[in-house]
């Protein structure tokens, strides 16, 4: 079990936008690295990065071409391996992104599969026996090749499956996961995974991780799948880390990972938070936290004490928190998102509150998720010091507004955004009670126009988060008697009765006494 998962914070990086350091409007490794000590100052210390792999970007770089080589756009193998070492100089963790579903239709083991003779990948991906018959349920690739078959997608068009079997079998050309190819699969990914963690990373974001095997409905086979590579870590690379874009933590921590998002699809109702038209964190009241308190109390206790839900503030697949949290209330979303167990995970950009820039066309098969990929504002300077190419030639447009929050000028303001994230964290990182394996007990579950308030605690210490983005004054029954404030923000909590009060659009962390 890596023992630095204990107090994880961590910040994701799309690279494509965060710094170009070579003027061609595209993110690069020498800009990562350029910017750890920003990262660090701030108080993360681990990072994930999206796809660097070489990749025709049909999906951003979630279409692997050579799982072995980076994309020359952002430097070269040896230029990670550097970032690798810088990250570690400095304490900082770092997880590359494993797309293990599908690779590109570029990749030479699709290319090797889409021959009629047989041949070592002949069975690498999902192909029906025939190209009449399509894979059920799933989209295919037909009429393609001299291969006589269909080949499964597993996402976008681009994004052929790779073979990992099928749990349920209806038809002759549907393998076991036990079965040669699939196994082969499963090999093929875990030398990947070999290789980079070889080279220096600390472990994988793992992409559509309950996606592998197919006909599974209860992912149990895809849980065991997983249950192997962990295995697999555990003998070889017992400090890495693996976190899945899963989204239902009772399955995917089962299945070995250490850790699971909450997401904007799946049951958990993190969407309520932070993502609808009436979030919990609005000051109009009429969001409701208690559905996502449900889920999560029961996925913590289904998951098992040693998995980490993790709630992150964004990815790159979602609108920008800053698109339905306005104002202060984003103080407050960060107030929760830094107090809760698990790892946090906050998205480059939202540290500042960047916005998502509305209306843009879709690049590399971003859509309408382009606008949450805009390139990071580091300060007023032209293309907010992100690039010194010229504007037309960045990646994605910018947010076009004249008073667009940056780096630059957040640091130096006590009250911005910037300072509160920095601040938050720092509180989480000497506070025990606050830690990623710390326990929680809610005291108040944000129904509407209700306060958000829960208990963190371990041995050492215990505090109470209390959340009110309600634009009036709350209250909410507590026994105990709160102490020193650790943090406040819009104004003190008061207590009488047995009675917390808590003023309008207010947070703070209270030790208990
Ligand atoms: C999830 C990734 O986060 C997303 O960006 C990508 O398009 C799909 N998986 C397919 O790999
Ligand atoms: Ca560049």
Known sequence: ?????????????????FLDTNADGIGDFRGIIRKLDYIKDLGFNALWINPCFLSPFGDAGYDVADYYTVAPRYGTNEDLKELFAEAHRRGIHVLLDLVPG???????????????????????????????????SLGCLRGISQRDGSCALNFFTCQPALNYGYNERTRPWQQSPED???????AAMMDVMRFWLTMGCDGFRVDMAMSLVKNDPEGEATIALWQKVRAFLDREFPEAAIISEWGEPEKSLRGGFHMDFLLHF??????????????????????????????????????????????????????????????????????????????PFVYYGDEIGMRYVEGLTSVEGGYDRT????????????????????????????????????????????DSQLRQVKTLISLRRTHPALGNRSGITFVSTGAPKQALAYERGCE??????????????????YAKVLGEPLYTFGGEASQENGTVSLSAVSAGIYKIK
Request: proline fraction near 9%; aromatic fraction near 12%; include cysteine.
């Open 1 to 17: 079990m890596p023992k630095w998962l204990d107090n994880a914070v961590f910040y994701e990086i799309y690279p494509q936008t």
């Open 102 to 136: 599908h690779t590109s239709v570029e990749h030479k083991w699709f290319r090797e599969s889409m021959k009629p003779e047989k041949n070592e990948f002949t069975d690498r991906y999902v192909w029906t026996d025939s190209v009449w018959e399509a894979p059920e």
């Open 180 to 186: 040669e190819g699939p196994r082969a699969t499963l």
């Open 266 to 343: 799946g049951p958990s109702h993190y969407n309520d938070l932070f993502r609808c038209e009436e979030p919990f964190f609005s000051d109009r009241g009429l969001g409701d936290a208690s559905a996502f308190v449900e889920k999560y109390l029961e996925s913590r206790k289904k998951a098992g004490k040693d998995g980490l839900i993790c709630i992150p503030s964004g990815n790159h697949d979602m609108v920008r928190l800053a698109k339905h949290v306005e104002g202060n209330q984003k103080k407050l979303a960060f107030t929760f998102l830094l107090t809760m167990p698990g790892a």
């Open 371 to 414: 606008g949450a990929r805009s390139p990071m504002q580091w300060d007023k300077s032209v293309n907010a010091g992100f690039s010194a190419a010229s504007t037309e030639k960045l990646y994605i447009p910018q947010d076009p507004d004249p008073d667009r929050p940056t780096v630059e000028a957040q640091l130096t303001d006590p």
């Open 460 to 477: 050492q210490e215990q505090l109470l988060v209390v959340l009110n983005p309600y634009r009036e004054a709350v209250t909410f029954p």
